[in-house]
Every structure is written in structure tokens, then in C-alpha cells.
């Protein structure tokens, strides 16, 4: 069983910075996608950003030039840099994980959730 453990929110001024860190554990898995997703008080979970196996990277529009993912493999952890944080950045964010086992299945795993805040 593949398990996640998402850390680094916390509550930062208008203009701060935080950085997210999720890591993947488990058996005989090799990662399709790893990333990250948010959800705010009466909304959809929606995409702030993925990192595939071979490094592809995509962001949600309202990151971009702000937020950066990045992955290390040999860790299978995967980071979220945040930067020039705005109030509307404010949620709960989720490390998501999609992967193969040994037989070739996907499987889609999500972290318990990280909350960031930002408020002056």
C-alpha cells in the first residue's frame, strides 16, 4: 500500500513564502504523476500543479511565475515552492500521487491535506 504525508503549511502575511513537501512510501511502485491540489471553504479541489516521471511540469494559471514543483526521485517526494502568496492562495492543499504497481494497474492516492493561510 502506497501512503502519502503531505507538510509545510502553516499561516504567512500577503507577499510571504511557504514551502509544501509531500513524500510517497510504499512497495513496488513507480510514479506516474505526482502533485498537488488545493481546496478552499465551499469550493471544488482544483490543480495547482504536477511533475511527471520525466519532469513535465504543469501549472494552474493563477500560480504561475509564483509557484514552483519540483520533485526528487530518489525520495519519491515532491515539493511545492511558494512564493508572492496572495489571500485568494488561502486553502487546504492536498499531495496527490498516481502510480503503477508491479501488475501495470493505476492507483491515485491523496495526502491528508496541508492548510495555508494568508491573511495580513
Known amino acids: 500500500q502506497v501512503q502519502l504525508v503531505d507538510s509545510g503549511g502553516g499561516s504567512v502575511q500577503p507577499g510571504g513564502s511557504l514551502r509544501l513537501s509531500c513524500a510517497a512510501s510504499?512497495?513496488?511502485?513507480?510514479?506516474?504523476?505526482m502533485g498537488w491540489y488545493r481546496q478552499a471553504p465551499g469550493k471544488q479541489r482544483d490543480l495547482v500543479a504536477t511533475?511527471?516521471?520525466?519532469?513535465?511540469?504543469d501549472y494552474a494559471d493563477s500560480v504561475k511565475g509564483r509557484f514552483t514543483i519540483s520533485r526528487d526521485n530518489a525520495k519519491n517526494t515532491v515539493y511545492l515552492q511558494m512564493n508572492s502568496l496572495k489571500p485568494e492562495d488561502t486553502a487546504v492543499y492536498y499531495c496527490?500521487?498516481?502510480?503503477?504497481?508491479?501488475?501495470?494497474?493505476?492507483?491515485?492516492?491523496w495526502g491528508q491535506g496541508t492548510q495555508v493561510t494568508v491573511s495580513s
Open positions: 510504499g512497495r513496488s511502485f513507480a510514479v506516474v504523476t
Open positions: 496527490n500521487l498516481v502510480y503503477r504497481n508491479s501488475l501495470n494497474f493505476r492507483y491515485t492516492v
Open positions: 511533475v511527471t516521471s520525466g519532469g513535465s511540469t
